[in-house]
């Protein structure tokens, strides 16, 4: 099993930033994709971004060039930073990580950006 915890959600203006955490634990090892993905109210959730272990990634067209995924091996963490930030960037955001056939998913956090 592997256990997701995110935070570094919020409040925040347009134009402003935030940066997510996703820690992960348990059985991470064989982890070979992690990713951030958003559920705005009454909507599906949707990808926002991916990581590979190799350290490539993969940006929905919405957020390229506004949000950046990254990962700290020896903290078992991935990142969302967050710049330039919409009111249609609110929503819940999720943590994703896949091994195989396995998908586990955090909690989620909140960020809300005002006009």
């Known amino acids: 099993q592997v256990q997701l915890v995110e935070s570094g959600g919020g409040l925040v203006q347009a134009g402003g930033s935030l940066r997510l955490s996703c820690a992960a634990s348990?059985?991470?090892?064989?982890?070979?994709?992690m990713g951030w993905y958003r559920q705005a109210p009454g909507k599906q959730r949707t990808l926002v971004a991916t990581i590979r272990t190799g350290g490539s990634t993969n940006y929905a067209d919405s957020v390229k060039g506004r949000f950046t995924i990254s990962r700290d091996n020896a903290k078992n963490t991935v990142y969302l930073q967050m710049n330039s930030l919409k009111p249609e960037d609110t929503a819940v955001y999720y943590c994703?990580?896949?091994?195989?056939?396995?998908?586990?998913w955090g909690q989620g956090t909140q960020v809300t950006v005002s006009s």
């Open positions: 994703n990580a896949l091994r195989g056939a396995g998908s586990w």
């Open positions: 348990g059985t991470i090892f064989g982890i070979n994709l």
